[in-house]
């Protein structure tokens, strides 16, 4: 399987590594938006949670690619990518919190 690369091996041509990446990427956004557009409403907040811990591993990758400073073109991405997983992560929580109060019993006076 030419697309199918061992993270440890060097591509066979030059452009074997970035084909393969961008249909590992393809193939995992299509996978992930089938999974999304199957879920209940009612599962949406743990979804919300679940995807909040996802982006927290984004941050991890994107810090450690803004701290090797390999180029400055990697450094700015890294911190661009660092930026949005933490909006990302601070809004989902937000969303989050806002749907849990909504599920709370109301109090009767």
Known sequence: MPFLLNATAAPAAPGDGLMSLLFIF?????????????????????????????????????????????????????????TASMINIVGGYMITYRMLIMFKKRETK
């Open 26 to 82: 393809l193939l995992a956004t299509f996978v992930g938006l089938e999974v999304i557009k199957r879920v209940s409403p009612l599962l949406h907040t743990p979804l919300m949670s679940l995807t909040n811990a996802i982006s927290a591993i984004a941050v991890v990758g994107s810090i450690v690619i803004a701290a090797e400073q390999k180029t400055t073109l990697s450094t700015v991405l890294g911190t661009i990518a660092v």
